[in-house]
């Protein structure tokens, strides 16, 4: 795309197609990879120091400054200030946390939490959704779908609802989807359309259905959702005065987040304005563990672009023949068929990563242990931190390493989860965790059940308070 800042490029280095901003499409028309959002960095009007960012809290009532993701606009190039739809995402918090530190076994002062549930809709989407919002207006577009399981959903009716600019199309699986996230999008008047099937089947049928009536798609497919969730990584080397990390920790889904991450990174070393890229681990759930799967026991490789595919088909083919289908408490991860595989794998590879698998007790004992520690967390959020604690087991990760777990979604969002794990009803243990295979609540602050007397209240409160 010669003479522009910004067009979009296939991620496979042997084909590279380009094609403008104009272009609303998921997919590279010669190769069916997926794109990415490219800029010709010589063209843009990049600051020499990322310290030049913290000029803008400034400016804090320009709506593109307060915003915590176009504060960084120079980092994402693609939009005219003008045409950019905000509603004040990213303001978000990285805390220290003493306590789940030493959970994880790391030592005071190393681990920090992001907590992206801070943003408006309640989890890291809005900083995607911004980005995508953005480039479907700049097109035109009048209507945007996709397939979710919960948290895209919610941040798409809340862009839509806040400015009215288009009207959401939502596709969610049956049962599937926590009751803090379906109750957003019935309450913001998104279109819901719930399908007999899981996240991967709802995801198949967004796709055509988005082709057929020639409505935009806000899944992380999309990939100006990418550049806005690079943000996440901005804001946090920021809070720790631009010096990255040693670990980003972050639970994989369908792969979005952890691509963006890699994608920030790679660009801030191309561009100078950081010396070393920190370590990313992507933590799946075990009961939806595709990642873990084909990068840790199948040794499935980025390797310049050159993905091998057969292995990809065969991991396919066995889920179809097993008739597999993703199970876990962090539904928000219960994925099998992550769409952003490919550009993780370059991640990976850019920021020398590893994969682990977490299961449900272990994801509901981080989970309560973040809550403890203050703000808290969704159950998928939680496995950042059970990941990190695993790989510090493992030695994988140093007591003394600077280690940021990404929480990515707010506490109330499953309050079913969190319920089941704290109730003294064994009832209702079972029936939410007991079937997952979850035997414990190690971390579990019952409530006090007393008869309904002055005395009993008191002598308990005594006993227990
Ligand atoms: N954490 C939360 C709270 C999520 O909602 C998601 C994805 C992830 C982690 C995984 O992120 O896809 O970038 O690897 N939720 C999507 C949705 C799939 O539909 O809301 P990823």
Redesign the pocket.
Known sequence: MAGEVAFQRCISPECGETYSLDDARVACARCGNLLDVAYDWSRASTPRSLKAFEAKWSHRNDPLCLSGVWRFRELLPFAPPEKVITVGEGQTLLQRADAVAKFVGLNAGRLYLQYEGMNPSG???DNGMTAAFTHAQMIGAKRAA????????ASLAVYCSVTGLMRAVIFVGSGKIAYGKLSQALEYGALTVQILGD?DDAMARVKEVAAELGIYLVN?VNPFRLEGQKTIMYRVLEALAWEPPDWIVV????????SAFGKAFAELRQLGLIERVPRLAVINAAGADTLYELYEKRGLRWNGGAVHEAIVDQYHHELDESRKKADTIAS??E?NR?VNLKKCLRALEDCNGVVREVDDQHILDAKAKVGAGGFGC?P??AASVAGAKLLREEGVIGPDERVVCIL??HQLKDPTATVAYHSADQEMFNSVLGKRGVRRASFANRAVVVPNELDEIIKAIRLYG
């Open positions: 989890s890291f989407k996709c397939a979710s399981t919960g948290n895209t959903s996240f992380s639970p994989g889904g369908n792969l979005g987040n952890s928000a991860i994925i992550p969704e998928a959020s990515t979604g």
